[in-house]
Structures are given as C-alpha cells and as structure tokens.
C-alpha cells in the first residue's frame, strides 16, 4: 500500500485540520503511505467547491451517500457535525472503507457501540480523532508511564478550560444545542480529558459528576460560524441546551483518583487542555496552550536538585521530532492531526487497527454517558453499569 | 488596651509560627496592641522549658489547665494536636480568656459548634488559625471579589498537594492517626481549601466526596517528629487511619461549581496550595509556593493585550505590604501568622471579634463532616442535613 | 499575478522550512499569489532528486547557475550555505528574477552592499529571511511599539542561546568553519537579534563586543549532517574558526541601550532566541521557545493589578492569527516562514518592496561587522565608520 | 563568646532589615551568639527615639562619634548611606570594635581600601553587607559549582532590573545624588550583580561599560523618604547626577564570558536580581522576586527529560532551611539578613573573618570603578590596572 485515498466529510474547522495533515504528512514523513485528497463533500455546494480548491481536495460533493460508496476511495474521514457520525460510519463501513471519525464518536453509548460493531462486521480499520495523544509531549508522559519510571499512579487531575462563550452575548451555534452536540463542553472538551485519562492512567471503575448551564439563553446566531461567532446583537434568543461546564470525579481500575473539569467559561483561558499524573516515583504535567512542554519530576532525583523539570519534547529522544525541526524549534496543534494520521497510515499499511480507535471511542462513550447518568441520578455510577 | 498577654499551648511547628509572629508584629504594625509572650505550655517539661527560651517566652508550665485561669493572661493560645482543641478553649473561655485556636477548629461538627457555643457563653473573642487568607495575594484576590472587579463567580478550583508522606516508609506520625489528627489530607490541608473557598467565593449548599489511603500500613515512628520525620526502618508496622487524599466537589450558594482536592501524594508538590477563580468579568489564580504572586485576567483588557497577569503583592497598593519591604521584596510562609495575629490584636482593641473566627471554624468543619458523610454513604450531602 | 514560479538554491534544514511555506500557504492565506514549487538545486544530484520527491518540487537539477536564467523562474530562493550567496544572487538579479535570501546575507558587510547594488540595478524584488519578525507574537510587540503604548524605549536587551555544541565531542561542522559561515553564533543567532532589534527600535550608532571560541578543536565530522550531528568519535581534529559565542552592547540612536548575547553555549537552552523592551509606558518580553506568547507590561494599569501579562498572540486581534485555528490552539517554528513567505508574495503581487530586504539585510550586516571590528581593535566602533 | 553586643549606625530602610534579623536570629539559630540590641544612631533625634522603640534597641544617641567608642559594644553596624561608611568604619576599627558594613562599601576604590586598611591594622572582624548570597538559592548554586556539578562555566549573565524611579516626576532623593549615593543603578544595584559574580564564578580581569540617565533633572523632594517616595509636584528641579542604568561586559580569570546590567528603569520589574550561569554539564538561573527557587539544568540527564528544574530550596538537603519550616513552606526577603548575620556571628565565636568581608568590598569596588573608568574613557579596563 504505497497511498490511501481519501474522501472526507465537513470542510469546516476539523476539515481544515484533517486537509492539512494529508497535505503535510508527506514531506516530514516520507516512508509512510501517501493520503491522496480525492473528494471532500459538505451540504453547500458553493461553499463545498471554494474549500475544495483552498484545501487542496481534487473533487467536492455534496451527498455523503454518494462519496462512501465510490470505489476510488479506501478511507472515509468524518468530521461532519456530531449528530451525522452514526450514520456515515455505518454506510461506509458497509462499503468497505476504513473510517477516521472526529471525537466525540457518537451522541450515545449506544450509537457509538452500534458504529463499532458495523466496523467490524465490515472487517475495516476504525480510528477516532482524539489528537491530543499525538503530541510529542504527551507521548512522552506516556512513555514515561509505560516504561515505570512514575511507578504506582496515584492521582490523575485534568482541566479543558475555555472561554469563548463567556460573553453572554455570544450566540446559540450549533455546538450550544444538545440535538446537534449531543452535549456541550463534556462531550467537546471532556471526551479528551477522558481519552486522555485512559491513555495514559487506564479505564475507569466509577464516576460522580456534576453540570451547569450558566446562561440559559443567548442571542440566535445569524449565520453558523463555528468559534469564531462574534457577540451577537440579535434580540431573539433561545434555550442553550448544553452544558457550559462539567466537572467529575472517578476511580481507575489502578486505584488512582481521578478528577476531571471542562468549562467553557474559564477566563482568560482560550484552550488550556492540561493534566498532571502524580506517580510513586515521579510526576508529570501538560498543558496544552504550552503543548511542546512536558513538565517532569522524579522523587529519585538527589535531594538537594529535585524540582519539575521542564523538558521540551523537541529533542530527537521525543516522538516524531526529527522528522520536523532541530531541538527547541517548536511545533503547533495542527501537528497532533499529523501525527495521528501517520499512525493511521501505518496502520493501514501494517495491516492492523490504529490506536485510538472506535473501542477507544466506546469506552470514553461510556464515561461521558456514565457521568451525565450520574448527573441526571445525582449518584455515583459504576462503569459497568454502562 | 495597650499590650495582649498571651498563654500558648504547644511548642511545635504552630508554636513556633505563632511565637514568631508575636515577636515580629511590634516591629512592623508599631500602632497594634503589643502582645507579651507570658507563658507557654507543653507536657515535655524539658523540652518546653527550651521552647520558653528559644521562643521567647518568659515561663514555661507542663498543665495547660493552670495556665487558663491565670489572671495574668488575656489570650489563650491553642496549638496542641487537634484532639486537644476542645477542652482547652471551653476551659480558657469559662476562665473569660479571648481564644486564638488552631485549625482545624475540632475533630468533629458538635464539638466546634460545643467550643463555639462556649465562646458566645463567655463573651470573649475568638478567632482560627486560618493563616493562608492573610497572604497579600490572598487579600488581593478578595478585594477583586468584593470590588465587583470579577463579576459573578463561575467556578473555584482548588488543590493542596503535599508530598512528605509519599515514601512509603514515612513513619507513622500523629497526622496520620485519626485519635489525634482526626482526619489525614482531608482535615488538614482540605480545611484550608474550604476556608478559601468560604472566604472568597461564600458557603456551599452540597458536596460530594472521594477519599483513599493508599498505603495502609507504616512503620510505627522511634519518636513523634511532625513534619521532619523521615523514612522509618522500623519493621513494626501500624494502620494508617486517616485519608490520604481527599477531593470533592461542591456547589456554592451564588452558583459557582467548587473542586477540591487535598493530597499528601502529589510527587514535587511540597506545598501547592493553589486555588483559580474565574468570573463573568476576569479570574484570579494563587499557588502558595509562590506566595508574592496572584495572576489576575481582565475580559475587559484591550483585546490584544488580554492574558493573566503576575502581579506581585508587594506593592503600596496591596494590603500589609508598606509595614515590610520596597516593591519587589518578598515575604514568606510566617508572615501570614504576623498579619493574622495583627487581625486578632486589632479586633480586641476595637472590642469586636476577628475574623475568621470560630463561626468560621465551626462552618468549614460542617463542609469537612459533610464531605466525610458523602464519602460514608457514598452520595451527596447538603450542608443544610448538617 | 496569480502564481510565483520558484527555484530554490539549497535543500537542507532551511530548504525544508522554506519548501513547506510554499506547500502549506495557499491553503491558509488563499487570496495570495500562490507559489510554484518549479525547481531545486542541490549539489549531490541523488540527495537533490530525493529533496525533490519529499519537498514537493516539479524537479531538481544540479547546477544553479543553470537555475537562474531558465524563463519558466520567477524567484530565486537562496538557501544554500552562506558563502554561495553573493554569487548566486548576483547572478539571480542580473536575470532579472526576484530574490529570497536566507540571513545572513553575506559574509561580509562589502559583499552584502555588493549584493543589494545588483538587486537595485535590475530593479528586482528582494527579501532577506529574518524569519523571527513573523511570529505574531513579535508582530504584537512591534504593534504595541509603533502605536506608543511602550513610549520611549530605553532598553533593548536579547539573547539567543543555544546548547547544541556544549559537547566538546560535536564534529566540525560547516558551521564551526569561517570559511563558509562566515562567523559562529555571532552571524548564525546574533544576526537575529540585531534585526529584532532594528525592527523594534531601530538603527543602532556604536557598539562594542566580546567573543570567545571556548573549544578551539573538533573531530572532524563523517559527513556533512547540519544541526542533527551528534558527538563524533572521530579522533582526528581540526580547528574551530567561528566564535561560540559573542556578546555586544549598543546605542541606539533613539537613546535606548542595547544589550546582546549570542551563545551556542548555554546548557538547557535548546533554541532562547529572547528580548525584552522597557519603555516609559511598559515592556514586552519574548522567547522563541515559547513562540506564541508575548509578556507585556503596562505602567499605566491600575496600581493593584499591575504585573506582566502572559499574551497568547493566538486571538482574532493577532496578525495572521485568523488564518490558523482557533485561541489557543498555538503554531510552531515553520509558520513563520509561511507569514515570511506571505510578506514576499503580496510585495511581488502590490509591486512593492517586501520587508525586511536586501537593505534590512545590509544593516545587519553592518552591524555584525562593526562588532566584529570593536572585537578585533577592542574599542567602540561606530556604525557610520563602516 | 554568648553574646555580641551591637551598636548601628542608620535607622531607614537596612537598618530595619538588619534590626529584624538580630531580633529573628536567636529564634531560629539558637546555637549562635546572641545579638544584643544595645544603641541605635540616627541624626534626628526625635526619629530616632521612635525607631529605637519599634526597631528593638536599648538606647538611642545621634552622634556615630560617642557610639563608636563606647565600651559596651562590640559591634558597629554601619547602614547610613554611603558617604559616611568610610569615616564611620574607621573610627570604629581604631576603637576596636568589629564592623559590618553596607554596600557599596565606599564611594571609591580608595576609600574601600583605606577601610580595609584601618580594619585589619585594627586586627577586627569586618563584613561587607551583601545580603543576597545568603538566599538558600543562591547558596545551593555555589554548591553545585564548588561541588563541579555544573563544570567548566562559559556564561555568567547577570540582570538587577528595577522600576521605582520610571516616573520622570518621581523626586531627586538622595539615591539619586552622586556626593551621596556615589553612584546610581552601578553602585546600588550593580554592586550586588558584581558580588554574585564574584562568589559564583571569580574574579573578573576587564570589563567595558556603558551607562545613561535618561532623565537628567527630576523635581526636588519635599523630604527625603527612601524608596518609597512617590511622584512630586514640586516644580523647582534638580539635575540627576547619578546613572538610571549601567551595563557592561565582563572576562572572568577562569575564562567565562560575564554580562552586567543594572537599571532602574526596566517597568514590570520591581525587584529582578536575576542570574544565569552556563557551565559545561550544567546551567542555573536565578531570580530574587522567586528568591526561594533555582532552576537547574544537567546535561547529563537522561536524554528524554532534560530541562531546567525548578528546585524549590525549601529541603533540609538546602542551607538554612531545617532552620525554618516544613519544605515548601517559603522565606523572604529579610531572611538573607539573618542568615548573612549568621555568618557574622559565627565567624565572631569562631575568631575567623566573615565572608563576604572588606576585602570582597574593596574587589567589587574595583569592579565598580574600573566599568566607570571604562565608560569615562570609552574602552576596556583591565582590573589590574585598578
């Protein structure tokens, strides 16, 4: 397999990033399969076409029922809202494409399980977009991780804090209505803290959560613009019927502790996707705003120097850096998208399933699900309850 | 009411700060009362009668009961174990003596409403030891808070990570048995955490809580050595019966969501106690290991200047700081007690009680019952059950 | 014009960076003349044509001088070490194609001026890559500069450190050797911070330096491998003719006092290219490491919240800032080639000068000679003796 | 030797730094002699009554004449400003008393040596008030040097960086005057960066300077009120006669290249007495508004997780700090006063010479002057030519 051929659904922020990633992969990775851009569709036929040309695919379309089946293409890539995943991961599957979906899956467990098992009674490879494994700073906690150099874990403590719907003002975009969202910053921002929980700490036994809505309504919006929706002006409002954050506590099967925030209404912080691991043998934390650094403690090193280290993962001893610039010569979110399609490449190219992948979108499902339980029931919830 | 004479019970980590703080203040807040270190008490008649000398006071007894009645003093000074609290400050109080007590304020709710209760019997003043609120940074903060200059309170997110206990052949001192200590990371850094939280934000409506012990067992100590111990060799072993970390979450009654989390297993955290408030119009955040700092954010800034700012505590502008040192020039961990007892002085001689006082001991002890009932029955807990 | 055909002299580290921001910029700044990648040069015929293959290059020959004068070029991009450009350049203009030089210019101040002559007689468009100035976290400095809100400058002070030859073990590379560098860190980093300082404050009247080559001798190296080399077992040695590191101080002629250093020798520092600029109303500081940050300071905010404010330069109100992702979501070393490359395509499309050019590029030079001059006479030489 | 009996001269800002540290010292260091408090000396007689009272001292006079010679002290404890050090020093020296002195020592190099002259024909103890080399800090950096931790050192780069004076309306006190203050930002500030170079890295053997005073006239003060004078109104004004900011360059005997700055005019920082030394196997960084944290850097740390530590000196693995409070727990600004009367107490009971002492006093004055002699001439200035 010397490329994939690619045909992707949405071409707004998550097609972008995807586009950019094929477009990219090549130069740094060469020895990987190369992703070929063939058709992008999206329900706009005009707006579809203009983003054909600026991201570089060679065809546009507008009915995803059409573009799964084509026979030149070997992988569908989803980024359409969240509401459609099901739906086009099913129908490609069932054509045989290997499929990459964005984050989170599905709107339900249920439908995430469903999406699974569609996959595998095709017998495709499944991915799933949680791209902040892919960061060389990540990488290297969990290697840290992998390899017991933090030992036992005793503590996980992650925070996605934003604040771009603080201003009251801003209006209702699609991301603000459960419908569409499924929900609002636990399944956006909390589907990564807890991808990122199970990555690096392992699964979860139970969960206790917590919700809140903070501005009820807000200004419809005039045109949907993703993030970059401006406050409104507009008198008519209606109901925000997502969460503007939520927070919950877990237990890991390992005996850690886990605690989890995602708030959109955290000033001052535009994207602060962070954890902190607090080991028997050492520490790390990561913040994203500040992704090429990985802050590291050992209780090992001698007494009188020990401290947080800050190690930026620039270093050839870091994933993926030599394939980009020299040590300390940083590199960007976009990169996380670059990476993660390399493995998925690999892993078409070596014949197995990428890692994460649609069980990885089941199981952060199912905390998702089992916190908004625990939410709705007010009680703890057991995972296995799910 | 010119000079404060003090009696003091207990001579170790607390006794050392609070004798400290009572032979600075007159140095730096010449206008207070001045306070006279009469006598201290210890049940070590050696020991504390080299305590007297070093710290400065001029006689030493081994019965806290005499000390209380003695005419010659006017503050009672309580910093024995926590076990010890209740019956010291009911006997000092009885005996008409003005109360400066330790946190926590008891081991359990009834006993701190018992000593408070006591305290209003005997119409003297009382106050607890919650030092950290005396940080410039801290007050700070507040004043941000009560100016408005936050807006409406969104979240507190709150964290005391320790990690003097993380070997696991730290011996097993008195903080880490429930007879004395009453609770582990929950009582002893979680109640600074909840006062923060009350200081700043108000009182909370309902909790929920997650508690572990991850070593259970720890070589019994060759002697009781507070914070300094180091690892044991004794092969003896006893049961630790406190928590080692305890979080919960919380809702406050203005709306905002609260995160708690006290450990003592946080690897290169010696004394993070941190807190972030974020508001409709900015946030704060505080990390005591940098205790001169509070960043601050604006949503109101120009928009390409927003970001948190360090400021550093030092100026003319914030609380205590024009008593100390030019701009620039730091102070420290005893300087909280300084600005603490300088609370207690004025408040006596403005014949009014200080603040924080036993209400507030006896509030944050309900949110620490409540918590620990949470964690119990495994469910949330209304403060208003308590 | 629609499209910039390219040919590209040199495919190393920065034939890569450059080859990117020809592949990556119509994708995010479409309404700009978009780049052909045409043609690379390289003087290994098999490295060259495997470049080409990866960077994405219609062809690859061997010969620049054949590369010049082929009609179907533009633009001559000069990536090649730095003792190919003049002749390369010089070359380029005279037919008649527009010029993209890599810093430093030249090895000395005459060919420099040589150089821009020759660009001016035929009337082409140059640029010189001082790449740093396109952060857009750098753009803000400049911004809040011109506007007035630092007011009058009193302070440049920056320093580039580097630690990639700290082992006395790292082979001679054609960077340790005078005669294709033309100096060490002086005009591999310092070059840099002079142009930042250029940009931001502006020309600079006398200076007077320091340098030091602290290891005289290397292993010679196997090959040819650029900043990847790694310690060398060769036993055979040879001399270092460059500096490690050079240090300068200098007025500007606004009054402000300049402060540089140039080092590959600062251990933990893999890529410090860092200023700060005080003003009467406020500073800026920067650090390449941490790229999309800038610190700004105001004296004019309120007194008790005044302090630096950590900026992420990744909101709407930031140059280029919307052409990426959303706040927060940081860029990396190579988009600053993107913006460079962008400054160069609109300049050729406006038929305008781009900024900075060959005469950015002479004052550089300028002044990297005049300190070099200072270093050999030991004295303070003035700019307008050079 | 139990005891050591103190009469200072000076009673504003260090004589409340060095009045709190003989009051603290015994609390903390009770193995050390005692201070005794006997007589404080001021001119104004009515001031100094009062800070006799607040300060701690036994007795107040306001003639350094009488005090000098009297019998029940054996200390003299010189903080008036520096045009007095000298005939203040000497006096005391032939009346036999010890010394503690300041800095800058003297107004000049030969008035330095002149009191080192008179200390030792007096066969006193003499100690020069550099207080900054006793932040636990700073002092675990000298150990990792002296311990070859850090190996060969390249670099010492060295910033005291202030704001108090950026007002041009702030007034013309006394610092501010060079019959005073001998000199400006050099001597104040400067004379600490000079110190810490000398105690890390060694002695310097040239240097070449730069310096400026960006406001030449400044409103006469109403009264003289230290660093904490605020803007004036005053209309009359007076010429400023002393540098706002002096820089230089530095070679060190042992072959490290040194870079000086010292600036009151760097807004944002209030108090950033900064250093970084790069060696061959390590680097450290130091900052006084973190006082209580240097960050470290290995090189032969594994390769995966090297970056700069921030080491809290907070252990008992760190100087002084078993002294105070439990890791973690920070100290400020005074304490590098108690710790620095320490090393004069100790090396009193000792029958040693202190360090740092006059002869450190009279090599940074000869730092000091030969950069003003090397700005007065513009050129290098070999230190042996001092």
């Known amino acids: 397999?010397?490329?994939?051929?690619?045909?992707?659904?949405?071409?707004?922020?998550?097609?972008k990033a995807h586009s950019h990633a094929y477009r990219d992969l090549p130069m740094f990775f060469p020895n990987?399969?190369?992703?070929?851009?063939?058709?992008?569709?999206?329900?706009?036929?005009?707006?579809?076409?203009?983003?054909?040309?600026?991201?570089?695919?060679?065809?546009?379309?507008?009915?995803?029922?059409?573009?799964?089946?084509?026979?030149?293409?070997?992988?569908?890539?989803?980024?359409?809202?969240?509401?459609?995943?099901?739906?086009?991961?099913i129908a490609a599957a069932k054509a045989g494409k290997h499929l990459f979906c964005e984050k989170p899956?599905?709107?339900?467990?249920?439908?995430?399980?469903e999406m699974?098992?569609?996959?595998?009674?095709?017998?495709?490879?499944?991915m799933v977009g949680f791209n902040y494994r892919f960061a060389p700073a990540v990488q290297l906690a969990k290697k840290l991780i992998d390899d017991g150099r933090l030992g036992r874990i005793y503590h996980f403590r992650a925070a996605f804090l934003q604040d771009w719907i603080l201003d009251p003002d801003f209006p209702l975009v699609w991301r603000l209505d459960r419908n569409v969202a499924g929900s609002g910053a636990h399944g956006d921002l909390g589907?990564?803290?807890?991808?990122?929980?199970?990555?690096?700490?392992?699964?979860?036994?139970?969960?206790?959560?917590?919700?809140e809505t903070f501005i009820k309504e807000r200004?419809?919006?005039?045109?949907?613009?993703?993030?970059?929706?401006?406050g409104?002006?507009?008198?008519?409002?209606?109901?925000?019927?997502?969460?503007?954050?939520?927070?919950f506590m877990a237990r890991f099967g390992c005996g850690a502790l886990g605690s989890f925030e995602a708030t959109r209404f955290a000033g001052g912080h535009r994207c602060t996707n962070s954890f902190e691991i607090n080991g028997s043998l050492g520490s790390v934390k990561f913040d994203f705003e500040r992704m090429n650094e990985l802050q590291v403690y050992f209780t090992g090193d001698d007494p009188d120097v020990q401290g947080f280290r800050r190690v930026l993962a620039t270093d050839p001893a870091h994933a993926y850096s030599e394939a980009w610039w020299p040590p300390g010569h940083t590199i960007g979110y976009e990169h996380t998208f670059i990476h993660e399609t390399l493995e998925l490449l690999e892993a078409l190219q070596e014949n197995r399933q990428p890692v994460p992948n649609f069980h990885d979108g089941v199981l952060c499902q199912a905390v998702l699900e089992a916190v908004e339980r625990s939410?709705?029931?007010?009680r703890w919830v057991r995972l296995d309850e799910m």
Request: hydrophobic residues 45%.
């Open 232 to 247: 409104s002006a507009n008198k008519v409002k209606g109901p925000v019927t997502v969460d503007d954050a939520t927070l």
């Open 375 to 378: 939410i709705d029931e007010k």
């Open 219 to 230: 200004p419809l919006p005039s045109s949907m613009t993703g993030l970059s929706a401006k």
């Open 32 to 89: 990987a399969p190369r992703p070929v851009q063939k058709v992008i569709c999206g329900r706009n036929e005009a707006d579809v076409k203009t983003a054909a040309v600026q991201l570089g695919w060679e065809e546009a379309v507008t009915d995803w029922r059409e573009l799964v089946v084509r026979s030149d293409i070997d992988l569908v890539d989803i980024n359409a809202p969240s509401d459609a995943h099901k739906e086009i991961a």
């Open 1 to 15: 397999m010397n490329e994939v051929r690619v045909g992707m659904v949405g071409y707004k922020f998550m097609g």
């Open 105 to 113: 899956l599905a709107l339900t467990l249920a439908d995430a399980k």
């Open 191 to 211: 589907a990564h803290l807890i991808d990122m929980g199970r990555f690096l700490v392992g699964e979860m036994t139970e969960v206790v959560g917590m919700s």
């Open 116 to 126: 699974l098992a569609a996959a595998e009674a095709a017998g495709v490879k499944h």
